[in-house]
């Protein structure tokens, strides 16, 4: 089952407004990361923050953490019609060596 | 570096037929793992190697499903005899530490 649950499943907004993707989770763990998935591509990493942190910025990214909720978010700011994609969170669990388990995903469309 | 490399892209196959997913992962990582997408499941993690070894395989759905990685720089995932319940994106990813690098995925259809 999916460790991570994305909060909304689609998320349609304009350009310029930000985008909020929330992410829930079930167990302890050592950091959760975002990725991004283009359609018909690869995941690609944007961002990881530690069990010890509680917010990280990357550009137009901030991330959220808050482990006594077992939450995340992901912000977007000022979006762009290049952000359209889908948006997973991913948690690399206690004692779960390096295997990731992935969240449900966010699909965003970013409209001009 | 060319990033992850996975062949062929597409594959389209009668089912019972065997199929072959290839990997090339970037050079120095020591993990590589295999994924496969579908809409109603998500992206589940099938196996996981370090150094060449397997360490977890308990996402592999049956005993059709079968991953080798004969050396650093190769992995295979195997199916035989495929089905159509097997039609999805199989993604590899290799990583040092905890970022994962993805490949591009293969699409498999099983007609």
Redesign the interface.
């Known amino acids: 089952s999916q460790q991570g649950e994305e909060d909304p499943q689609a998320l349609s907004i304009q350009e310029g407004e930000n985008a909020t993707m929330n992410c829930s989770y079930k167990t302890s763990i050592n950091n959760l990361q975002w990725y991004r998935q283009n359609s018909g591509r690869g995941l690609v990493h944007l961002i990881l923050i530690r069990s010890n942190e509680r917010e990280k910025h990357s550009g137009r990214l901030r991330v959220t953490l808050d482990t006594s909720k077992k939450s995340s978010s992901l912000l977007i700011t000022a979006s762009r019609a290049a952000d359209t994609a889908s948006y997973f969170c991913a948690t690399d669990a206690t004692g779960g060596g390096n295997k990731l388990t992935f969240g449900t995903g966010t699909q965003l469309k970013v409209e001009l | 570096d060319a990033g992850?490399i996975q062949s062929p892209r597409h594959e389209v196959t009668e089912m019972g037929q065997e199929v072959t997913l290839r990997c090339k992962p970037i050079s120095g990582h020591d993990?590589l793992?295999w994924y496969r997408q579908t809409m109603m499941r998500?992206?589940e993690?099938l196996i996981?190697f370090?150094n060449n070894v397997p360490?977890?395989d308990s996402g592999m759905p049956e005993d059709r499903f079968s991953a080798k990685m004969p050396n650093a720089s190769f992995s295979t995932l195997k199916i035989q005899p495929s089905e159509p319940r097997d039609s999805a994106v199989y993604?590899c990813?290799s990583?040092t530490?905890?970022?994962?690098?993805?490949?591009?995925?293969t699409r498999l259809t099983v007609t």
């Open positions: 992850v993990y793992f998500g992206l993690l996981y370090n360490i977890d993604f990813a990583s530490a905890v970022e994962q690098y993805f490949g591009p995925g």
